[in-house]
């Protein structure tokens, strides 16, 4: 049993050659873009935390592009200024779809007109400076991978977010294979976030072993399926780890993440700062 556009998605560089991509920047700003929130703050980027307090804007009903652009403009222009901060500091922005070269393919708690939209032009218009637009569950990997649970491991690490869905981030020696949406693999006839997201245990009334019974059966297709070396679970309900995590029996050490909320807007940071940096 275990313990424990112009600018397309990147693939973060194995750990042997990261120092020759190593940012320009001291800082970087990170927001979140979330189907109820819209969440910003300045990161420090040697550190992988906050470099001041984060801001928070309900985000617009309907979340259309035209709505939910100019709220974004308004969380970054709201966050206290920081001598370590340049003007051009990199911008990187998750939101809840698939990102394809900038581009929304899907749209998960927003509106269906995202769906095909330019996410990078529309965000770089808007702010009059380049961004970087990231799938939020990969933002969130990337943080781990960087900063946290899943620093300095080498091979194959899932990093899973249970939440309203299963958000899923790939990473093969450091490099992340993007948009891998595991939460929706079909398992016994179901879509398996369906069965077993976090939403799923409050939907159900599931007792936390009964939920862990779904966990198990989606984590082993899953390590079945990808050979992992370590699975890092994240999401809310990492906080309370201890109640579902012993249950499971894995051959793969799974493990709770270590920045939580925070690792969205720290990834997609620390994403546009590489970003900035292999341009520079």
């Given at each position: 049993?275990?313990s424990?556009?112009?600018?397309s998605?990147?693939?973060?560089?194995?750990?042997s050659?990261r120092?020759?991509?190593?940012?320009?920047?001291?800082h970087a700003l990170?927001?979140?873009?979330?189907?109820?929130g819209?969440?910003?703050?300045?990161?420090d980027?040697?550190a992988?935390?906050?470099?001041?307090?984060r801001v928070r804007?309900?985000?617009?009903q309907p979340?259309?592009?035209?709505?939910?652009?100019p709220v974004?403009?308004?969380?970054l222009s709201s966050?206290?200024s920081l001598a370590?901060?340049?003007?051009d500091?990199?911008v990187?922005i998750?939101f809840?779809a698939?990102?394809?070269?900038?581009i929304a393919r899907?749209?998960?708690?927003?509106?269906p007109s995202?769906?095909g939209?330019?996410?990078?032009?529309l965000?770089s218009?808007?702010?009059?400076?380049p961004?970087?637009?990231v799938?939020d569950?990969?933002?969130?990997?990337y943080?781990?991978?960087?900063?946290?649970?899943?620093k300095?491991?080498?091979g194959?690490?899932l990093v899973t977010?249970l939440g309203?869905g299963?958000?899923s981030a790939?990473?093969?020696?450091?490099?992340?294979?993007?948009?891998?949406?595991?939460?929706?693999?079909?398992?016994?006839?179901h879509?398996?976030?369906?069965?077993?997201?976090?939403?799923?245990r409050d939907?159900?009334?599931l007792?936390?072993s009964?939920?862990?019974?779904?966990l198990q059966?989606?984590?082993?297709h899953?390590e079945n399926?990808?050979?992992?070396?370590?699975?890092?679970?994240?999401?809310?309900?990492?906080?309370?780890h201890?109640?579902?995590l012993?249950?499971l029996?894995?051959?793969?050490p799974?493990v709770?993440a270590?920045?939580r909320?925070?690792?969205g807007?720290?990834g997609a940071a620390?994403?546009?700062?590489?970003?900035?940096?292999?341009?520079?």
């Amino acid at each position: 049993m275990t313990s424990a556009s112009t600018t397309s998605t990147p693939a973060p560089v194995p750990a042997s050659s990261r120092a020759a991509s190593s940012p320009v920047h001291s800082h970087a700003l990170g927001v979140d873009i979330g189907g109820s929130g819209i969440k910003a703050a300045p990161v420090d980027l040697a550190a992988g935390e906050f470099a001041a307090d984060r801001v928070r804007i309900d985000t617009p009903q309907p979340a259309t592009p035209a709505a939910v652009a100019p709220v974004v403009a308004k969380a970054l222009s709201s966050l206290p200024s920081l001598a370590g901060l340049a003007e051009d500091a990199p911008v990187g922005i998750t939101f809840p779809a698939v990102i394809q070269h900038g581009i929304a393919r899907s749209a998960a708690n927003v509106d269906p007109s995202w769906i095909g939209t330019d996410a990078e032009t529309l965000f770089s218009d808007t702010l009059g400076r380049p961004v970087l637009v990231v799938n939020d569950a990969d933002a969130a990997g990337y943080a781990e991978i960087e900063f946290g649970a899943g620093k300095g491991v080498h091979g194959v690490v899932l990093v899973t977010t249970l939440g309203t869905g299963i958000g899923s981030a790939l990473f093969v020696d450091g490099r992340l294979v993007p948009n891998t949406e595991l939460g929706h693999l079909e398992i016994d006839g179901h879509d398996a976030e369906k069965k077993a997201a976090d939403s799923a245990r409050d939907r159900h009334d599931l007792s936390w072993s009964q939920w862990a019974k779904r966990l198990q059966r989606y984590y082993s297709h899953v390590e079945n399926l990808l050979w992992p070396d370590l699975i890092v679970v994240g999401g809310g309900v990492s906080k309370k780890h201890e109640k579902f995590l012993p249950l499971l029996d894995l051959r793969t050490p799974i493990v709770p993440a270590q920045l939580r909320n925070d690792a969205g807007i720290i990834g997609a940071a620390s994403l546009a700062a590489r970003v900035a940096a292999e341009r520079a």
